[in-house]
């Protein structure tokens, strides 16, 4: 039987193929229904609704593919982190950010996981925004 650190690793990683496929059904079964959500350097949200609406404004803008992902978890389980690289496609403007006309980016970024029960309880995302805006304008 795997250990929690294996099952931890295990869960981000259907996450992230989730993610890349983007299967909002599957993605949303890894989380807790009430998730908590750190959307770089914007606000938090709250629950599994307000992650379907965030990936539904994700994918009306962009389209990214992560790889190179390498997931990291605590000696516990109840702690992940992954880096990867975004490569990405700025389909419709994003409010608040530069206009679209389908450029391309590649960049780090860096997801942080808290995990219970075998289901992720907090996702939090960082990449470098100044570099994503410098690439798409």
């Known amino acids: 039987m795997p250990d929690t650190r294996e099952k931890t690793a295990a869960l981000i990683g259907e996450y992230y193929v989730a993610f890349n496929a983007m299967d909002v059904e599957r993605i949303l079964a890894c989380l807790d229904d009430d998730v908590a959500h750190d959307i770089n350097q914007g606000d938090r949200e709250t629950g599994k609704e307000a992650f379907r609406a965030f990936l539904a404004r994700m994918d009306h803008a962009y389209s990214e593919q992560l790889h190179d992902i390498v997931v990291m978890t605590s000696d516990d389980g109840r702690r992940a982190a992954a880096e990867f690289i975004v490569d990405g496609i700025y389909k419709v403007a994003d409010e608040g950010f530069p206009p679209a006309h389908g450029q391309s980016y590649s960049l780090p970024a860096g997801g942080f996981f808290e995990v219970a ?12 925004l100044t570099e994503w805006i410098a690439q798409v304008s």
């Open 117 to 128: 029960e075998g289901k992720i309880t907090r996702v939090s995302v960082y990449y470098n």
